[in-house]
């Protein structure tokens, strides 16, 4: 088992800058691939970025490619998601999810994800 804790979240003005984090405790030393999601009331829960396990291959939607950048420090098993240039578009509740042992590839499915933290809450202003 994985257990994930996501921080960071807050009350910022659009085109502030957040870094949301994800720690992982229980059995991190499997690799695996990770990935932020998040969900704005009343809509789905979507894929936001992606990350290999050792970081060389990321994945983003299209709405924050350029703006959000994911990074991942195994040392301290810990993910992280650098949101710059935030938008009111971009409140949500954003979730960090990893996929089972040895899947170390992200993906942008929701089922492809085994655990998931309990979120986040991101609130931009205009």
């Known amino acids: 088992q994985v257990q994930l804790v996501e921080s960071g979240g807050g009350l910022v003005q659009a085109g502030d800058s957040l870094r949301l984090s994800c720690a992982a405790s229980?059995?991190?030393?499997?690799?695996?691939?990770s990935g932020w999601f998040r969900q704005a009331p009343g809509a789905e829960r979507e894929f936001v970025a992606g990350i290999s396990w050792y970081g060389v291959t990321t994945y983003y939607a299209d709405s924050v490619k350029g703006r959000f950048t994911i990074s991942r420090d195994n040392a301290k098993n810990t993910v992280y998601l650098q949101m710059n240039s935030l938008k009111p578009e971009d409140t949500a509740v954003y979730y960090c999810?990893?996929?089972?042992?040895?899947?170390?590839?992200?993906?942008?499915?929701?089922?492809?994800?085994?655990?998931w933290g309990q979120g986040t809450q991101v609130t931009v202003s205009s």
């Open positions: 999810a990893a996929r089972t042992r040895g899947q170390v590839m992200p993906t942008r499915a929701l089922y492809d994800y085994d655990y």
């Open positions: 229980g059995r991190t030393f499997s690799s695996y691939g």
